[in-house]
């Protein structure tokens, strides 16, 4: 597509439950990224990939968290359980490679755990 | 510890002058430094790179300066305009160009006023 894209743009949940936030990057974007924004912070690194690997998982909070990528494109963020502390707005990105700097960032998908 | 630092506090500047964004760093030996517009409900936007080996770089209204001995990078907006009022994050590389290496400040927010 003409930009990344990413999915719910808005997600409410309830303290407990599952979410799954779908990102859909730049076509021909081999490099996929995760951060998160709570209010106030600056943006936090969870995740990249590489193709379908991501060599690093040691930047996601907790074992709640997980993410994949499949056809090296779309990715997908999964919480477990989500806790109150969950709540922020995930943002995804994508670049050509790794390595290459200019990082292309999706609207993100704010996300209230109540 | 590393850290980036960015003024909290909101920066306003009247329509016409130069704003100056300053960002700050301590414990780092980046690569290069960027710099991202975000507009609420949005992902941040790239902007400008600027190389360790490199003094300044410019962009239609846009300058960058890099200081890696006082680790400190000015961005400056000159003839500014109310459409400028956004928050301005910057973001360093630490890891040779790793995916993982890209650190955000929290932003400083900009308001233009008329």
């Known amino acids: 597509g003409a930009g990344v894209s990413q999915s719910p743009s808005n997600k409410v949940t309830e303290k407990g439950k599952d979410v799954e936030l779908r990102c859909d990057p730049i076509?021909?974007?081999?490099?996929l990224y995760w951060y998160r924004q709570s209010l106030g912070q600056g943006l936090e690194f969870l995740i990249y990939?590489?193709?379908?690997?991501?060599?690093?998982k040691s930047g996601l909070p907790s074992d709640r968290f997980s993410a994949e990528r499949t056809g090296g494109s779309v990715s997908t963020l999964t919480i477990q359980r989500t806790q109150q502390e969950d709540s922020a707005v995930y943002l995804c990105?994508?670049?050509?490679?790794?390595?290459?700097?200019?990082?292309?960032f999706g609207s993100g998908t704010q996300l209230s755990v109540l | 510890s590393q850290k980036i630092e960015q003024n909290s506090e909101a920066l306003n500047i009247q329509e016409g002058k130069t704003a100056t964004l300053t960002c700050n760093y301590t414990?780092?030996?980046?690569?290069?430094l960027q710099w991202y517009r975000q507009d609420p409900g949005r992902g941040p936007v790239f902007l400008l790179l600027?190389?360790?080996?490199?003094k300044e770089k410019r962009k239609e209204r846009l300058k960058v300066t890099f200081d890696t001995t006082l680790k400190q990078s000015l961005f400056h907006i000159t003839a500014s305009q109310p459409a400028d009022s956004a928050t301005y994050l910057c973001a360093l590389d630490h890891s040779g160009g790793g995916a993982d290496g890209l650190t955000f400040g929290k932003g400083t927010h900009l308001i233009i006023q008329p």
């Open positions: 076509s021909g974007h081999t490099a």
């Open positions: 990105a994508s670049s050509l490679e790794v390595g290459d700097e200019k990082l292309f």
């Open positions: 990939f590489q193709g379908n690997s991501a060599p690093d």
């Open positions: 414990n780092y030996s980046p690569a290069y």
């Open positions: 600027i190389r360790e080996n490199e």
